[in-house]
């Protein structure tokens, strides 16, 4: 009987959405296990074969979950607010909410198509307003407790979308999601105070089983240094405040560098001799992205401050000052003073503009041919310093520049702040109004959800503000507090927002009264286990879980961190080992997978491809093998026998392979777990039937990776019930060891017989057996035995002249 893929994975999908098979329950005295993968943004094109990699790898682990008696949540929802879906929408003079439902029905029609076990009782989308009332009123927590404020501040100003960018949509100096290149433009901002945050976002890592890369790029986004600030004198009479990691170094200090944005530039105005250089320097400096400014390659740029200069306060001496682009106002104080001995970019920078290098760790100067790292050694050339080790020249000017009032120690972080204003439609609204007699006042917590109102475009102001900002009748209202005439924020949220917190609402999708119960939150909170790519592990999981520590703050949630694990996977690349892209033409659509070959095929292919956390390449020709497997396991009927346990002849093996698939599981193998149980569908073939037992235990095995074709054969099979509802097959660890084994025979080092012998043979009966093999005694015949030697569970060795 030919296996009909497509109409029992239909069959059985529709089965599991009638019974609602999947639904987690409110009953919170079981076993809880959470599992969460990233909510998709439901794009035009729909899902790539990448998507199903990570979907199809938690999936696996919650089915095993189920039959192991957990209650389980695998939700999913839709990141559905954003600047693809608005460009659309301008573009086809189509409502971006219509849009959205349209990618949503399309999305959500391919993931049940794969048969995955979300609960889609929980489904949430980020444009819903019951959803973004709850982004809405965790905004306006943040500002009552003065961490959302706003700021004039220059900011990164994407040209082809038309809207502001946080410093981490910027990617090579162009706009991530769009390429458009990136400038600097001063602007009034929302922002959150992340910054606050920055030192548990560290140290909370420890509370938590994250994969080292995911922990590594968390810390390094963050950035964090010790050093010191440290007051510069300036002929100007005022302080110029820097902040280095090296205060060891000030006697090597023969300039400094002020970034163009540097508030003393407008405040020394009238004293700057060549004021309109520095002007048309600030302009220049305007057109570039962060990222081309401190590119470690670039030549670099400066204009030197004729009339002021700065003064070292170690010795006294008088240092010029140079505007450069290197120096950036968002990271410490917007000021740097430079050791050209010490640091190379510095030391191109002085050699360029002909300035003084004055080496202040011995061994440690970067233009010398053996240059070593100056992070350690002796001091030189630093009065006080000289003779000291770096470390010990460190605590020893912070003393004395606290002494004399001249710095302080001090903590620094390249985190910034996250600028959380954009200006474009199709976002969640900022709840605040601007109010002149009252100021920045919140929308009432009652009037939540506030939304957008219906606009005839979606094209931003000439002046880059939000479409919004048009519609006199929106903007123009009341003021909460006082009564009188105010104006609406016409600026949107970020994308980020939706997803920094869906996680919760899935504990309880349909609250009206909270984001969810505190009994909802505190049962299924933190989720155990978080899947998802590489690329949000500096953005998306940085945002989530300063959200999720403010809110445990304010008494929202339980837990200090939201995610107890998190993994990642590696991407699925073409055949020609490329990243998938249309302009490639190598992507690859899910659907004529599964309208091919299958949806369980296509899901026990994607596991089996590679190392589940490496990339790895699309295989045509892998994936009819996947195929193959699986009508092999259906075409084990015909062999079928009675039998309540497990046969003498497979029953290591069986249980061998029970134990590899449990542990696999876990630690993410998927494709070993796949081999091991290719190979016991081979033991069980070679033996030329298979009895109801070990049948039972294989499909409990293979329905983690294909759900359907081992429903229906436990169906067919009349097993009993549905087979999502049974137990997990468990082993004994005694049977996992083989009985016998073989050993290699050798006469003079080469194999004359290979012998099954007892795993427990002793080294003299082994002997003893490989001397009355009859090719053994041939070999050895008239010749005199030297040497004997038993290799454990491995090989015989006899020695003969």
């Known amino acids: ?36 993968v990233e909510f998709p943004y439901p794009s035009g094109q729909g899902l790539h074969v990448g998507h199903p990699r990570s979907y199809t790898a938690l999936d696996i682990v919650s089915r095993k979950r189920r039959l192991e008696g957990y209650n389980v949540l695998y939700p999913m929802g839709w990141d559905a607010f954003g600047l693809p879906t608005e460009n659309f929408a301008m573009k086809n003079h189509i409502h971006p909410e219509v849009v959205t439902k349209q990618n949503v029905a399309h999305f ?38 003065g961490l959302a404020y706003k700021k004039e501040m220059a900011v990164n100003w994407c040209t082809g979308c038309k809207v502001v960018l946080a410093n981490e949509e910027v990617v090579g100096g162009v706009c991530e999601r769009c390429g458009g290149e990136v400038v600097h433009k001063v602007k009034s901002q929302w922002m959150l105070k992340i910054t606050e ?6 140290n909370d890592l420890d509370l938590v089983d994250y994969i080292d ?8 986004w963050i950035g964090k240094s010790t050093g010191a600030n440290v007051n510069f004198g300036t002929t100007a009479g005022d302080n110029l405040l820097v902040y280095t990691t090296r205060p060891d170094t000030l006697f090597g200090a023969t300039y400094m560098v002020i970034s163009p944005e540097h508030s003393f530039i407008e405040k020394w105005a009238d004293k700057i001799e060549n004021l309109s250089e520095i ?70 920078f002085a050699k360029k503009f002909d300035l003084p290098i004055v080496e202040v760790v011995a061994g440690g100067n970067v233009q010398e041919a053996a240059f070593t790292d100056c992070s350690t050694g002796v001091m030189v050339n630093s009065d006080f310093l000289t003779g000291l080790s770096v470390e010990d020249a460190k605590v020893k000017i912070i003393e004395w520049l606290t002494k004399n009032s001249k710095g302080e120690k001090k903590v620094n972080y390249k985190l910034r702040d996250w600028v959380f204003s954009r200006q474009r439609y199709w976002g969640e609204p900022i709840p605040i109004v601007c109010c002149d007699k009252c100021g920045y006042v919140p929308v009432p917590e009652d009037q939540l959800p506030l939304q957008l109102p219906q606009v005839e475009t979606y094209e931003q102001t000439e002046t880059g503000e939000s479409p919004l900002a048009k519609i006199d009748s929106w903007v123009n209202t009341t003021c909460p507090h006082c009564g009188g005439p105010a104006k609406r924020e016409t600026d949107t949220m970020p994308q980020w927002a939706g997803s920094s917190w869906y996680f919760m609402r899935y504990c309880d999708p349909t609250n009206n009264d909270a984001i969810a119960s505190k009994e909802a939150l505190d049962y299924w909170l933190p989720v155990d286990w978080y899947n998802g790519g590489m690329e949000h592990t500096t953005l998306h999981l940085l945002y989530s879980r300063f959200w999720h520590k403010f809110l445990y703050d304010i008494g929202v949630v339980s837990t200090p961190e939201p995610y107890a694990k998190r993994t990642s996977h590696g991407m699925i690349l073409g055949e020609n080992n490329e990243k998938m892209s249309k302009s490639r033409g190598n992507v690859i659509n899910p659907d004529d997978i599964v309208n091919e070959f299958g949806a369980d095929t296509m899901r ?49 093996p069986m249980h061998k392979t029970i134990k590899k698939v449990t542990e696999d599981i876990e630690n993410l193998k998927f494709n070993t777990a796949i081999a091991a149980m290719m190979a016991l569908l081979n033991n069980l073939t070679d033996t030329g039937k298979v009895n109801k037992a070990e049948l039972r235990a294989f499909l409990v095995l293979i329905n983690p990776f294909a759900p359907h074709l081992a429903e229906e054969m436990w169906q067919v099979l009349h097993f009993g019930g549905m087979l999502n509802q049974q137990k997990w097959v468990t082993y004994d660890e005694a049977k996992c060891k083989e009985s016998t084994i073989e050993v290699v025979v050798q006469i003079n080092g080469k194999i004359k ?7 427990d043979i002793t080294a003299e009966d082994a002997i003893a057996a490989a001397k009355q093999d009859a090719a053994v005694k041939a070999a050895a015949e008239g010749k005199n035995i030297v040497k004997e030697i038993y290799v454990p569970g491995k090989l015989v060795n006899i020695v003969v002249k």
């Open 279 to 348: 002007k048309a320097y600030q302009e220049e400096a305007a057109k570039k992205s962060d990222f081309e400014r401190t590119e470690l390659v670039k030549e670099k740029t400066g204009v030197e401050i004729k009339g002021i200069r700065g003064i070292n306060p170690v010795n006294g001496k008088e240092v010029p000052i140079f505007v450069a682009d290197y120096v950036l106002t968002s990271y410490g104080t917007g000021a740097i003073m430079a050791v050209p001995a010490h640091d190379t970019r510095d030391w191109e």
């Open 197 to 202: 945050y920055a030192e548990r976002l560290i």
């Open 108 to 145: 959500k029609a391919q993931l049940k198509s794969l048969g995955l076990s979300f609960d889609w009782n929980r489904e949430i989308n980020t444009t819903d307003p019951n959803y973004f009332k709850w982004t809405q009123w965790i905004f306006l927590q943040f500002f009552k407790k």
């Open 753 to 759: 017989a290979r012998l099954n012998v007892a795993a």
């Open 1 to 36: 009987m030919k296996y009909n893929f497509a109409e029992v994975e239909k069959k059985w999908q529709d089965i599991w959405d009638a019974k609602n098979v999947f639904a987690a329950t409110n009953d919170f005295s079981k076993p809880k296990f959470y599992a969460l």
């Open 604 to 652: 026990l292919y994607e596991m089996f491809i590679g190392d589940f956390e490496k990339s790895a390449p699309w295989n045509s020709s892998s994936i009819k093998g996947c195929k193959r497997f699986l009508e092999r396991i259906w075409n084990l009927q015909e062999i079928l026998v009675d039998g309540d346990e497990f046969r003498p002849e497979v029953e290591t």
């Open 213 to 220: 890369r995911v922990k590594v790029s968390q810390i390094n």
